[in-house]
Each structure stands twice: as structure tokens, then as C-alpha cells.
């Protein structure tokens, strides 16, 4: 089951294959084809975001009526702690 913030976060990691892929798509010294494989490519980005987008928007309706409810999970880091150490 996703999470909010799990869902957020691969919304930033799409948003930022998007940007990129745009700059690909809009350069200047490329070919149609490579141009058009980005295009491709880009599309894809768009739909996979406006699911994820959908998901989200899912999730919190959900909340908000009642019928899921979100958990906070407590950090259990072991790492810097001299208790767990060797």
C-alpha cells in the first residue's frame, strides 16, 4: 500500500525525469528521430504522473471520509548509537 509520502516521492522523481526529458526533447542540435523518441518518452512521463497524481488524490479522499487512515511510523536508526555497536 502506498503512502503519502511514497507517493510524493516518486511524484518529484517523475517531475524531474519530465524537466530533464523536456530539455532533451527542446535541443538544438538533435535529429527528428531523437526528438521524437523523447516526445515518446515524455508522453509517458505525463500519463505515469497524472496517475500517481490520481492515486494521491484517491488516498486522501479516502482520509478525509474516514475510510483509511494514515500511520506515522517512529525512525528505529541503529546507526550512531553505542549500544548497538560491536
Request: charged share 35%; hydrophobic share 35%.
Amino acid at each position: 500500500m502506498e503512502t503519502v509520502g511514497s507517493l510524493i516521492d516518486k511524484m518529484s522523481i517523475n517531475e524531474l525525469k519530465i524537466y530533464h526529458m523536456t530539455e532533451q526533447r527542446d535541443r538544438d542540435d538533435v535529429g527528428t528521430d531523437f526528438r521524437q523518441d523523447c516526445e515518446n518518452r515524455l508522453n509517458i512521463l505525463i500519463m505515469q504522473r497524472d496517475n500517481l497524481v490520481a492515486e494521491l488524490q484517491e488516498l486522501l479522499d479516502d482520509v478525509m471520509a474516514g475510510k483509511r487512515k494514515l500511520t506515522a511510523f517512529r525512525q528505529m536508526k541503529m546507526y550512531n548509537e553505542k549500544k548497538f555497536k560491536d
